[in-house]
């Protein structure tokens, strides 16, 4: 057997090889495209009015910012209001279980601005949506005891569904002064 005839079989067997792995590799992607356990992936945007909006599986966070007073008024302890409008697009009730960040010592539930602080347990039912907006005696979620004055840099929220999953959004901090209002979600 001459090396011509030898590095020829040589190399048919490498590309055989290759070929094989290439197909192995295809069909497990195709069959994780297809898997139905798979949950859509969290995504964000930017709305016209600069407030972030984004979405975990059948769940959308919409018009998701914090208010805080000037940074030469804000010291490490406050408490800022995080705003957002949550829209459950499935047929099954969704929960927000958790809310966290590195910028504060917590994230808290309101019923209203007087009421106590508990923990974020909110239940969107299907097809509906609940409002966490500013707005007088409304239900809203709060940054306890930020670590530092945030002054106007957006900050990372992670947000936590245990059926939708968990999104981590970059939130812009808005000047108290400015308020967002309450937006009507629309329908996806």
Not at 88 to 97: A, E, G, K
Not at 117 to 143: C, F, Y
Not at 159 to 174: D, K, N, Q, S, Y
């Amino acid at each position: 057997m001459n090396t011509s005839s030898h590095r020829r079989r040589t190399d048919h067997r490498r590309v055989a090889a290759l070929c094989i792995l290439l197909a192995t590799c295809l069909a497990l992607a195709l069959q994780a495209c297809d898997s139905p356990r798979q949950r859509a992936r969290p995504h964000a945007t930017w709305s016209r009015s600069g407030l972030v909006d984004g979405q975990v599986g059948q769940v959308r966070l919409l018009h998701v910012h914090i208010l805080a007073p000037p940074m030469n008024e804000q010291k490490a302890g406050d408490d800022l209001g995080l705003y957002l409008t949550l829209v459950n697009n499935s047929d099954r009730p969704q929960t927000l279980d958790g809310v966290s960040t590195v910028h504060a010592e917590r994230v808290a539930y309101r019923q209203g601005p007087s009421s106590p602080q508990q923990a974020v347990n909110v239940t969107i039912p299907p097809h509906g949506a609940v409002s966490l907006q500013q707005g007088h005696d409304r239900p809203h979620l709060e940054l306890v005891g930020i670590h530092r004055p945030l002054g106007a840099i957006p900050i990372d929220v992670t947000f936590r569904f245990p059926t939708a999953g968990t999104i981590t959004l970059r939130i812009p901090v808005l000047p108290l002064s400015r308020g967002a209002g309450s937006p009507t979600p629309a329908r996806s």
